[in-house]
């Protein structure tokens, strides 16, 4: 096996805030390590919102940064002057002079770095690769059986990384981590999930051999909560401050954002709203229980119902082409699941009072047939009316947005810090296409 594209060392020393050159001592694909120096940490921060400004801005003089960041013009200057070096910002167009010398310009260059997002799921993976600005400049889907079976995952993730940053011609110098996400219970400070039960994984230790194998900073984090991050950052939750993120599909999860943090938990299962137990004694779910809401609405139940009403087999082509044709056992199928999943919807919006909810994963796809009900639920049943005042959008999202979400979290671990105020951190927005209706563009505007 080639390694072209990573250094073989066991210990990589490369981290992704060496990319910035800063005198950080972050272990390598982790959490800094606590005992640091705070200048060293401030001067972190300081780099990030510097950054972070320049790209809200576009373009923006060193005189309006030192302004913005109420930072000393020297404090800036120094820092930009590492910036301009690493190729993060470059200096471009003037502005219009009011009398005297015009003022240099400086931009985020989106290529002077990349970053790899990978999607795991139970036949395979998707992976990106994107660029400071989130554009995706590769997207690659590879098959292969992953459920028991992790030794295989952290082949194909290498493997894929590889490839991926090959066809891309991104040397390794420039890429500041790859980012995974998986449905699971992940310990996200070491990189390893604790349980999944779609991929049957338990206690698999993901970011370390990665790290190891491909010499480049790791994170790993559940797949929901990466999508939730990406919203955050750069999708539809914009300003929220409070919002929900609720994926249907093949598993049902829940991205759950307080004052604008993830809510993790205390053992990172917060938001395993899937396998709430809706109907003691109910069909089995993949977790081992009975009962759970994903063995009641996800897809898999779907199809089982309408298997049942049809006499034979239902593949998710063939659902989702009964409930396009109108098929009345089908409809009603996906209707009373919609109808169940937004009374739990419900339920969680009386307990969490968010200001927006966003419906995605590839269950979206039925439609309004499906949409409808849940959306209809959530209106009519939370207490206060809390639902009705509630704004609700519905993304069209593919795998590869789940991938561009895992990618996310290099980007904001590269220019985050944790316990810095995050709102001043963001590093992207997304700018590739993704499809992101309103409910009246699906039809849901009588919803209510
Ligand atoms: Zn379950």
């Known amino acids: 096996m080639t390694r072209n594209h990573f250094s073989a060392s066991d210990e990589p020393k490369r981290s992704s805030t060496e990319a910035l050159d800063t005198k950080n001592e972050r272990e390598v694909g982790g959490r800094p390590n606590p005992p640091r120096a705070s200048r060293s940490l401030q001067r972190d921060i300081n780099v990030s919102l510097l950054i972070e400004l320049v790209r809200q801005a576009g373009s923006i003089s060193r005189a309006e940064l030192a302004r913005q960041s109420q ?7 120094g820092i930009v002057d590492h910036l301009l070096k690493r190729g993060i910002v470059v200096e471009t167009t003037t502005a219009p002079s009011s009398g005297g010398r015009p003022p240099v310009l400086l931009s985020l260059d989106p290529k002077a770095g ?12 998707t992976t990106v690769v994107c660029d400071l600005d989130a554009g995706i400049i590769v997207s690659l889907e590879h098959y292969v ?26 040397p390794p110098s420039k890429v500041l981590g790859v980012g995974i996400g998986l449905a699971g219970i992940i310990e996200t400070g070491s990189g390893v999930c604790r349980f999944s039960h779609l991929l049957q994984w338990r206690d698999v230790d993901l970011a370390e051999p990665l790290r190891r194998r491909m010499g480049l900073p790791v994170w790993v984090d559940n797949d929901v909560n990466t999508l939730a991050v990406a919203e955050k950052w750069a999708g539809d939750a914009g300003t929220a401050q409070d919002f929900l993120t609720l994926s249907v599909g093949r598993g049902i999860g829940l991205g759950i954002v307080i004052d604008r943090s993830l809510y993790r938990g205390a053992h990172g299962a917060g ?24 063995a009641m609405v996800g897809e898999g139940a ?31 199928v996906v209707d009373s699941a919609g109808r169940k999943l937004g ?8 307990l969490f009072d968010p200001e927006l909810l ?4 590839e269950g979206t796809s039925l439609g309004s047939a499906f949409i409808d009900p849940i959306v209809s639920a959530v209106r009519e049943q939370t207490f206060a009316d809390l639902g009705r005042g509630l704004e609700i959008k519905v993304q069209n999202w593919g795998d590869e947005a789940w991938a561009v979400g895992a990618a996310t979290l290099v980007l904001r671990e590269s220019f985050n810090l944790p316990g810095a105020d995050d709102r001043s951190l963001a590093i992207w927005r ?7 209706t309103t409910l009246s563009e699906v039809g849901l505007a009588n919803g209510r």
């Open 71 to 77: 930072l000393s013009a020297p404090a800036v200057s």
């Open 114 to 125: 990349y970053v790899v997002g990978i999607k795991l799921r139970g036949d395979g993976l």
């Open 145 to 170: 059986p992953l459920v028991g079976d992790p030794q295989a995952a952290i082949e194909a993730i290498e493997e894929e990384t590889r490839r991926a940053l090959r066809e891309a011609a991104v």
């Open 271 to 294: 938001g395993e709203f899937g396998h709430m137990v809706v109907e003691p004694g109910g069909p089995k779910c993949g977790c081992g229980r009975f009962g759970c809401l994903e």
């Open 302 to 332: 779907l199809r089982r119902r309408v298997a049942e009403r049809k006499g034979h087999d239902v593949s998710r082509d063939e659902l989702q082409i009964l409930v396009d044709l109108g098929d009345s056992a089908a409809l009603e």
């Open 343 to 350: 009374l739990a919807v419900a339920n969680v919006v009386t």
């Open 358 to 361: 966003i419906i995605c994963g």
């Open 430 to 436: 997304r700018s590739h296409s993704s499809s992101s």
